[in-house]
């Protein structure tokens, strides 16, 4: 007999193939990322996939391969103390930073630094740097013999 996933696993995993990350839906779900990792890989085992789009399949959701959007965080209790932030009236109609940050759609993540870009972007300098060296060096060299030969002809 197999075991189906469990009501949480389901529940983590839909919202995985719609496109949400791990951190976005312990965020949504009050978890914690590495808990979602561990309802998504047991989910997946259970149905017998390894994939975002064989789970999309298995659940009969249409993958796109696109995120959804996050719901805007919940509003604090009215008597909660505000710190740092403006009051509302003084606010610029209704185009505060999370309206701004929101429109970034998926712009709002920054990328990844990945260790191949660094290694040429050193790799480069370095050679700007010898071959500047080298310039400097031969200039330094002709500069020598020119002037050794202007000694000599005196």
């Known amino acids: 007999m197999t075991e189906s996933p469990t009501p949480r696993e389901m529940e983590c995993l839909t919202l995985f193939v719609r496109g949400m ?6 965020t949504h779900l009050n978890i ?30 249409d993958y796109l391969g696109q995120s959804i959007p996050m719901a805007p965080p919940p509003s604090p209790p009215p008597d909660a103390p ?7 009236e003084t606010k610029s109609g209704g185009s505060g930073l999370y309206e701004l940050y929101v429109q970034l759609g998926n712009w709002r993540t920054p990328p990844r630094p990945r260790g191949g870009r660094f290694v040429l972007i050193f790799a480069g ?18 500069y020598g013999l020119v002037d050794l030969v202007h000694d000599m002809t005196r």
């Open 125 to 142: 300098t370095m050679v700007v740097m010898a071959a500047v060296g080298a310039f400097f060096a031969i200039g330094a060299f002709v």
């Open 82 to 88: 505000v710190v740092g932030v403006d009051p509302p």
């Open 21 to 26: 990350l791990a951190k976005d839906i312990g």
């Open 32 to 61: 914690g990322t590495s808990t979602v990792q561990n309802h998504i890989a047991s989910a997946y085992r259970k149905l017998g996939v390894s994939g975002r789009s064989a789970a999309a399949r298995a659940l009969g959701i």
